[in-house]
């Protein structure tokens, strides 16, 4: 069965580690907000100036003035710093964030991420994704594995304008976690109930399956 948001997000949280600077995209990406393991201490980073993100408020906590790039309400980690957006890019082109974790429309087995703009269609610009692309060495997208139409969004080559070229190390969709290494896409888990021919069926790219494909677990 493929995954919910949730679950995905909660996946995407089992690869942060304890020290770590995240940068959380919009969409799926900031879910992991509430699924950060209680082991660790990791630093959420949002581009519009907060460095210390915590989860999503409760009702009760709801603060209107504070929220994250994607206009949602956050709440603030011990430690955490308000600043300007100069400040939080400078950061970030610094290469002082060490995970980013992204949306994308389309990934392709040489690594690239086309993430924000379909033609004909308006669109507002390409927010920070650039410089997030540019300015991390482990940067994981999340997504689901197809569009909506049924058609593979992992690709041998991305037909629509690419955010960044030969960047992306891990996709984590709803059928799957996956690699990038040598020009493929390489299985390294299913999702629980996800049969292996079901992912290469909808993946595109050029896909290799290793013997020992786990199975995804949450904990």
């Given at each position: 069965?493929?995954?919910?948001r949730?679950?995905?997000a ?14 959380l ?8 907000a ?10 959420l ?6 460095l ?13 003035d ?5 206009k ?25 964030v ?88 390489v ?30 677990t949450?904990?």
């Amino acid at each position: 069965m493929a995954l919910s948001r949730e679950q995905i997000a909660q996946r995407v949280a089992k690869e942060f580690n304890d020290g770590d600077y995240v940068n959380l995209g919009i969409g799926i990406p900031t879910l992991a907000a509430n699924y950060v393991p209680s082991d660790i201490d990791v630093m959420l980073q949002s581009e519009n100036g907060l460095l210390g993100m915590g989860p999503y408020p409760t009702a009760d906590e709801v603060d209107a003035d504070m929220i994250n790039a994607g206009k949602e309400t956050v709440t603030t980690a011990t430690g955490a710093a308000i600043f300007s957006s100069a400040e939080s890019f400078a950061m970030i082109r610094g290469g002082h964030v060490d995970v980013t974790v992204l949306g994308a429309f389309e990934v392709d087995q040489e690594g690239n991420i086309a993430s924000y703009m379909i033609p004909g269609k308006l669109v507002k610009g390409m927010g920070g994704a650039m410089d997030l692309v540019a300015g991390a060495e482990n940067i994981i997208v999340t997504m689901t594995h197809a569009n909506k139409h049924g058609e593979s969004k992992l690709l041998s080559k991305c037909t629509l304008p690419l955010t960044g070229v030969n960047c992306i190390t891990k996709i984590i969709t709803d059928l799957a976690v996956l690699e990038i290494s040598e020009g493929a896409f390489v299985l390294k888990e299913t999702a629980p109930g996800v049969s292996i021919e079901e992912i290469q069926e909808k993946t595109a790219g050029k896909l290799i399956v290793p013997a020992d494909v786990k199975e995804m677990t949450f904990s």
